[in-house]
């Protein structure tokens, strides 16, 4: 089988040109959803009360609305201030959702529903809107009115248990904001799905992204393991992830993350090793089974093995045997590596304030138009005035 051509950067407005969103979202997981959606080319109208998203304050730029981690979650939008509180300005907001496709919000169902901007209301007002909700809990179940911030949702998750397990430490958190992300991302499919079912139907839906079942599914699809059965076969985790041996390794002069899977590694990795043997007269390498049942003592070895050589010369024989073999990257390097920087991933342009800033390109590349960064994140409330004028009939 041929590979197929690689796909060359092309001008193109996006698979979701012409379609419209507002974000009533703040901080991290529905501006990314969002995010998402403008880089394919909706038009996301970021909604912001007069205090503006929190967000806008963290790191480098701050001080200015435009920090650092905002900048990378709302770029390719659109800013408005709206006091939802304000009857004129809840009445603006309604005028948008007539034309709107969809509506995305993070807080709680019954806050919308305070605002005035419950699901029967905007759905009486557009029968096509998608009205998208991101938030802590299902609303059919107990926890409905809880609120959820990322810590605690990998700390209800499992998530925080299971890295408690894999390192033999106490509990801790992933340093990334991984539920919400992990949620956004999902939110986006989910939003793009109901779209799409809106083009076969005519209508509008109602869809809720929780983030504690969301989370919840993401973990233990992995550890649920032996528990996915009533009378368990086996405890719960992965072994494979829970090994503490699973980890990069050190080489003579670097670290490495080197993956050995299939047999066909297996077999490769203990050759290059001088320990070609050990793959027919050893039990444990016997099937991928086996080996899982025994991955704590087998990455062991290959962490043993590993310390004998460079990183470079790991690579120059394993490479050639498809064992997935790559050098751990810090911040610096990553931003130097040559794949990233041969496709432009990370893209150059300047912010509102006119400083030179680094963002990245969106990952998923289409022949009809590789989406792209068409304005750095916007400053609070910058096309207030262009997007009201235009529900008034006016001329922005």
């Known amino acids: 089988m041929t590979s197929p051509d690689p796909i060359e950067p092309k001008t193109g407005d996006g698979p979701l040109a012409g379609v419209r969103i507002l974000d009533l979202t703040s901080v991290f997981m529905g501006p990314l959803a969002t995010s998402c959606l403008a880089d394919l080319g909706a038009d996301v109208i970021k909604v912001e009360s007069p205090d503006g998203d929190v967000i806008r304050s963290i790191g480098p730029g701050g001080e200015d609305g435009v920090g650092a981690i905002f900048q990378h979650l709302n770029r390719n939008k659109r800013s408005i201030v709206l006091d939802l509180k304000d009857s004129g300005d809840l009445a603006s907001l309604l005028e948008l959702v007539k034309d709107a496709d969809v509506l995305v919000y993070n807080i709680r169902p019954a806050a919308m529903t305070r605002l005035g901007l419950g699901w029967e209301r905007l759905h009486a007002l557009n029968p096509r809107l998608i009205f998208a909700g991101t938030f802590g809990y299902s609303q059919r179940g107990c926890y409905a009115a809880e609120p959820a911030f990322d810590d605690l949702i990998q700390a209800a998750s499992g998530l925080a248990h299971s890295i408690s397990v894999a390192t033999g430490g106490p509990p801790a958190y992933a340093p990334v904001t991984v539920a919400d992300r992990a949620v956004g991302y999902y939110a986006f499919g989910a939003i793009a ?204």
């Open 193 to 396: 799905a109901a779209l799409f079912a809106r083009e076969r139907t005519g209508k509008g839906q109602r869809v809720d992204v929780p983030m504690f079942e969301t989370m919840t599914s993401f973990v233990m699809g992995d550890h649920m393991y032996g528990h996915t059965y009533e009378n368990p076969q086996a405890d719960y985790g992965y072994p494979r992830l829970m090994a503490k041996t699973r980890r990069p390794y050190r080489t003579q002069d670097g670290y490495v993350c080197c993956t050995v899977y299939t047999d066909a590694q297996w077999r490769a990795f203990l050759n290059a090793a001088g320990r070609g043997e050990m793959f027919d007269e050893d039990s444990r390498f016997r099937d991928l089974g086996t080996r899982t049942r025994h991955i704590e003592a087998l990455y062991g070895l290959v962490e043993d093995i590993l310390q004998t050589r460079t990183t470079l010369e790991w690579r120059t024989i394993l490479s050639p045997h498809g064992i997935p073999i790559f050098p751990v990257h810090d911040f610096d390097s990553l931003l130097e590596d040559p794949h990233l920087k041969g496709i432009d991933f990370f893209a150059s342009l300047q912010d509102v304030r006119g400083q030179d800033i680094r963002l990245m390109n969106c990952p998923s590349e289409w022949s009809n138009g590789l989406p792209g960064i068409r304005s750095a994140a916007p400053r609070k409330g910058a096309h207030t005035d262009e997007v009201l004028a235009s529900i008034r009939g006016e001329v922005g």
